[in-house]
């Protein structure tokens, strides 16, 4: 993928979306879509779309079980007795 985003204004998508879409199955790259000067809406394809919810849901897995690692080993180490140190 390329660094920067192909960004067009959605009077510009309306005449010319069925070359754009080619474009963008062939290269895979998502077009950001502007109205009035500000960015409204990405298009891209679903296999991309999917991919980046599917990374962001394991994100979100992984940020929940740090967590409660770290509340485990809160725990552990409120215990009387227990070293602050070690398992």
Request: overall charge negative.
């Amino acid at each position: 993928m390329r660094a920067s985003l192909r960004v067009i204004s959605l009077s510009d998508f309306k005449q010319r979306h069925t070359e754009l879409l080619k474009s963008m199955a062939d290269d895979g790259e998502p077009l950001v879509v502007t109205v009035r000067g500000r960015g409204a809406f990405v298009v891209q394809l679903p296999e991309v779309y999917h991919r980046l919810m599917q990374g962001y849901a394991e994100s979100q897995q992984l940020q929940m079980l740090r967590e409660a690692l770290e509340d485990e080993r809160g725990e552990l180490a409120n215990v009387p007795g227990r070293p602050p140190y070690g398992p």
